[in-house]
């Protein structure tokens, strides 16, 4: 409706400048109410915040939702941690909460005899444990234990002469060893699969499943849920350096008891929990609608300014004042309602126990929550004060992005020298990932001097070298990189502060919607998109 003037030859010229001049007010005031708060339409249009009330009850609802979710889930993961903690105490032998390292073997003596004691333990479990353990029952019989080790299918490894011969194909043998069945220390040695060879052995696999309830929900006022625990015991010997790695692993796998009673409850509050994370989908089904609804609307007024600036002023609109059109914040809460929608689906399935994946809904409900809180800010800068931070961080986004790419090449070349030179002789730099935790660590200021002094005195040439390596890298990022990063946001500051005292427009778009001297309670706004362009047809074509 714009640029429809330009291509209208039977109007006059007085008819024309007064059609300009009423289409570029009009259009500025379209433009000043686009980009008006909620508070601010209201009073112009008498249009209600629906959005702005939907965020509000959403940051309530999320929140409620997500501590209901992370106490369920705390008492979840609390039970599976203890009971892991109990399968090492039960299996493995001496083991004493080896927080410093793993358990390992070094004498053949040591293998066979943890073996049995694996076997010995698992076989006389119901007399041993004082929790709600119980073996695995399918079809009337017991689930075995399967022991299984994993070797290289022929070798002849000779140290004293330097010579090996090694097929490097993987061969496992397993065999099985019912609950109630009664097993010697002989019965294993004579078995034809289990004559360990040490010298091509991969690992000691055991195999064994457990069940039991967890019953510490019931004071909670949730029903109990029932577990199966898929243990495996693994004996690594991979690296063949003489240390046998001990370790349990556990596969958890959750579901409905299939026959319960608790006296005095029912399911009513199951059903009240699904009807909240039902309410929590349709408020943020609700906001995703007008989110986009509102981004839609944004893009069309991006590409109408344009046209109507080229029109008009013959000039070409610039990137940022574009993507002046195009709300982050919207953006932002579109990505979370998102996420809280999948999280809520996830939730459900869960709570019906036909999902067990917590670690997917934790991520998915936490970051939506996160978001949503972070989306609190946008509703603070609608004051003044408030608002420099936000306009602090969008102006200085784009400097800071460049600026941490830079910095970013040096901190690599900084890991990948010190995960080569320094990893064969300080723990924290024996892996890539350790490399790179221990620098930030460093470029924070934490644990410097646990850093020198655990790097070990192997040869004079490293030690320098490790000296200079930590120096140079402290006195780059935190006398250098920290103070520009600094430097670079404050500066930002300044010119926003600046512009903010002597109110001056710092683009084209916003130069051009300053003319604009209404007050959102003039009734200046009443007029809607949809008659402005009628009357721009009705002007030029009759």
Not at 309 to 331: C, I, L, P, Q
Not at 401 to 409: G, I, L, Q
Request: glycine fraction near 4%; aromatic fraction near 14%.
């Amino acid at each position: 409706p714009f640029f429809t003037v330009w291509l209208c030859g039977s109007c006059s010229d007085y008819e024309k400048s007064n059609l300009d001049t009423k289409t570029v007010e009009d259009f500025r005031w379209r433009l000043k109410y686009f980009f008006m708060n909620p508070c601010e339409k209201y009073r112009a249009r008498g249009r209600k915040p629906w959005k702005l009330m939907i965020q509000i009850l959403k940051i309530a609802i999320t929140t409620i939702q997500l501590v209901s979710f992370g106490l369920s889930n705390e008492m979840m993961v609390t039970f599976k941690d203890e009971n892991l903690m109990t399968f090492r105490n039960l299996f493995l032998k001496g083991y004493k909460d080896h927080r410093h390292g793993s358990l390992s073997l070094y004498t053949k003596r040591d293998v066979n005899e943890h073996i049995h004691y694996i076997i010995n333990r698992y076989t006389n479990l119901q007399n041993l444990t004082v929790g709600n353990l119980a073996y695995e029952l399918i079809n009337g019989d017991y689930t075995p234990l399967t022991l299984c080790q994993v070797f290289y299918r022929n070798s002849t490894i000779d140290p004293e002469n330097d010579t090996f011969d090694i097929d490097p194909h993987i061969d496992k043998d397993c065999i099985s060893i019912h609950p109630m069945q009664s097993l010697s220390n002989n019965t294993l040695a004579t078995h034809p699969n289990f004559s360990l060879d040490f010298r091509r052995l991969l690992s000691v696999n055991i195999y064994l499943t457990l069940k039991t309830i967890n019953l510490q929900t019931v004071r909670h006022h949730e029903l109990p849920d029932c577990y199966d625990f898929h243990i495996v015991i693994i004996f690594d010997n991979r690296a063949h350096s003489g240390k046998i790695k001990v370790d349990i692993e556990n596969d958890v796998r959750i579901y409905e008891c299939s026959d319960w009673n608790v006296e005095g409850t029912s399911g009513k509050n199951d059903y009240l929990l699904l009807s909240f994370d039902s309410v929590v989908i349709l408020a943020c089904f609700a906001s995703l609608i007008l989110c986009i609804r509102s981004v839609i609307h944004g893009i069309q007024l991006q590409f109408e300014f344009n046209i109507f600036f080229h029109a008009y002023y013959n000039k070409t609109v610039s990137w940022s004042d574009r993507m002046e059109f195009v709300n982050g914040w919207y953006m932002l809460i579109i990505v979370s309602d998102i996420m809280t929608i999948t999280g809520s689906v996830l939730k459900i399935g869960i709570q019906t126990k036909f999902l067990t994946n917590y670690d997917v809904c934790s991520i998915l409900l936490g970051t939506a929550t996160m978001l949503v809180w972070v989306g609190v800010i946008r509703y603070l800068s609608f004051f003044k004060k408030y608002n420099i931070l936000i306009l602090t961080l969008r102006a200085a986004l784009p400097n800071v992005f460049r600026f941490c790419v830079c910095a970013a090449m040096i901190y690599l070349g900084y890991c990948f020298c010190g995960w080569i030179v320094l990893g064969p002789y300080h723990d924290k730099f024996r892996t890539l990932a350790k490399v790179t935790e221990c620098l930030f660590s460093l470029l924070n200021g934490d644990d410097m001097f646990s850093t020198f002094l655990r790097m070990r005195d192997k040869t004079y040439m490293v030690w320098l070298f490790s000296r200079l390596y930590l120096y140079s890298f402290i006195s780059i990022f935190i006398y250098m990189v920290l103070s520009l990063f600094i430097a670079l946001i404050n500066d930002t500051y300044e010119t926003i502060k600046h512009h903010q005292k002597d109110k001056e427009p710092v683009s084209q778009l916003q130069a051009f919607i300053a003319e604009c001297i209404d007050q959102p309670e003039s009734g200046r706004y009443q007029i809607t998109d949809e008659s402005t362009c009628c009357m721009f047809s009705r002007g030029c074509f009759g």
